[in-house]
């Protein structure tokens, strides 16, 4: 009796997953409902090496799996490189007198397998919150984000961009992490629907926010995460030296893994079943799975033939000419034949043009859509017009000041945007290095896909730069609109970030002499000042911080990324705004007000100075508690008069006791709490370009003497004493 097809075909199904779970002879396939194929294994002797060890307890029921001996729990193991597990959720819960009542930190470490980058985001959710996360497991990384809110009104359903929930990717090579989640106000002003804060980790489209999740995360108490495995510690050249240890076996093809050392393996074509294990890899009978011919069907090891029986002419398949009869008469078929194929060319040739034609047509309208999607419209109103622009051309020397780059361009420019050419990568876009046909080296700034505000800020950066020129902004050459995500081009500064050399061990951190970092700060400061007494529309930067100073060969400051700037109204003094800015350089007025002014951009500046003075990042949660906010732990130790513990020690070498007393006063009025008390940026501007001037004159007394210094400082911290700096503290605890 023949069987049926939907049986068949049953049949197959379940061999192809019987043998893509296989294990070694006489070792335990499954536990409960979970395959465990070869190379993981549950006892000795059936693992290839202590990292695929995973224990079955047969306790729970149904039986669950964990990872070697630990108590994380294994979901899915597939044979592609790919595990799935349970990861825990980091929360903070305030009661209603606002004490904190339950706070956990979970931490997870994965021997050697690392959390897959692309499969996983992390994420925290609350209305009060900041979470940040951790590891030093393979890759040494800190990372978090931010979510506020003050109405359940206010969050969007869906929605994961800093309303309510926030995310944040992974980096690659991370086989650790470390979750802390917190509050900024214990939750005071939104206790009544969002009493805790929750952080964690969760695979791809596993997790999608709700309002009803800022009551208790609607009960949950896990997330599945998504890790890469591999086998060995070597690429697949090095690992076939030896054949007795390489896992590869017949009929497969060996991968260098992606996201760590070692490789992986799979089946080759034509094959399935699992890799790592010897005749583990089987054929696919392609003839009863697939029933790719037209008549007769040859199953061959990796592959398949088709033929066509007597009297019958073409290749047999179904995707080709399949099977026709012969003709008997040859010589009328080959005339009709002949006919038919000159008509077919004809159709074809007026298909193609037809085709061309509505495809060219197809990428007109596909451009106009981008250029409209792109803010083109929006661009052409902020912009100056064009017989302005050409007069403005005129009067410069030059033909054009702006150019409308293809995308075509900035492909080669970028080898297609290979990691290669990566110079920075953020929350909104990926900065790379491009060489133009001329040379010309550039960076080229790619906003990240998926969010319709980037489009606002990349028409608003090009608005704000067109109007800036001044030999300390990075200079804006110009933009691609023609493509999905807008692009930038700018003019390559080439010796990195402030950040780098103050902060990374691979920079000369001795390169940023004092002379050099006062005449960063004046620099800095000068264009800030600019841009606040613009006559007609003045510009706050909202984002100042030392990764976005940007120095060239000289050490000259480039002032860059002006995405999150506000063109300012005149007859307006301040302007409510969402949040956006960096965590520790953020005005703190600014964020309890939700207001803001000029005087944001002096707080930030403020942080700089700080940071430049002492070598210090803004915000390190690797520093105690009372020193995690720089601007605090600066505020405090002036008061103290421990101002020359927290001073970089370079700078102590170099700079003169009045100049030290001088510069840390007027980093101290900038980090003022309230704005009006805070000095405007063209007078920081003209007390940094003094203190330039002071320094560089044979007749101020050349001294570093440390009595003169303590002295001196002790001056300055009785005059900041007080009633002043109790405030300071007062205002960022509460």
Known sequence: MTMSLPLIFLQLLLATVVAASQALPGCENRCGDINVPYPFGTRPGCFKDDNFLVTCNSSSNPPKLYLTTSLIEVTNIFLSGELRIQSWIAHDCYNKQHLRVVSNIPWMRFSKFPISHTRNKFIAVGCDSYAVIKGSQGRKYTTGCLSLCDSIDNVINGSCSGIGCCQSIIPKEVRSYNISVNSY????SVWDFNPCSYSFVAEDNTYTFSSLDLADLQGRTSFPVVLDWAVGNETCVAARKNQ??????????????????????NCSEGYEGNPYLSNGCQDIDECKISSPCNMTCHNLPGTYVCSCPEGYQGDGKKSGSGCSRIPSKSLPLINIALGISISISMLLLGGFWLYWGLRQ??????????????????????????????????RSGSAKSFEIYTEECLKK??????ESRILGQGGQATVYKGILPDDTPVAIKKPKMGDNSQVEQFVNEIAILSQIKHTNVVK???????????????????????????????????SITWENRLRIATETAGVLSLLHSDANRPIIHRDIKSNNILLDENFTAKVSD???????????????????GTLGYLDPEYLYTNQLTEKSDVYSFGVLLVELLTGKEALSYDRPPKE????LYFVSSLKEGRLLEIVDEQVLKEVKAETLKE??????????????????????????????????????TESNDAEEAQSLLGELSNASGGDGSSSISASYTS
């Not at 804006?476 to 080439?494: A, K, N, R, S």
């Open 361 to 394: 047509r197809k990428i007109s309208k596909l451009r106009k859509k981008f250029f409209e999607q792109n803010g083109g419209f929006m661009l052409q109103q902020k912009l100056p017009k064009r017989d302005e622009s050409v007069q403005s051309s005129k």
């Open 185 to 188: 106000d214990n939750h005071r």
């Open 244 to 265: 007795t240890s390489f896992a590869c076996k017949e009929n497969s093809k060996c991968y260098n893994f992606d996201n760590g050392p070692g490789y992986r393996c």
């Open 476 to 510: 804006l050459l110009g933009c691609c609109l023609e493509t999905q995500v807008p692009l930038l081009v700018y003019e390559f500064v080439t010796n990195g970030t402030l950040y780098e050399h103050i902060h990374t061990k691979s920079r000369d951190a001795s």
């Open 562 to 580: 002006f995405g999150s700037s506000r063109l300012f109204p005149t007859d307006q003094k301040q302007v409510a705004t969402f949040f956006q």
């Open 663 to 700: 510069f840390a006063i007027v980093a101290k009025g900038c980090l003022e709490i309230k704005g009006e008390e805070r000095p405007t940026m063209m007078d920081v501007a003209m007390e940094l370009q003094g203190l330039r001037m002071v320094e560089k004159h044979p007749w101020v």
């Open 628 to 631: 995690i906010s720089l601007a």
């Open 413 to 418: 420019a970028t080898n297609n945007y290979h």
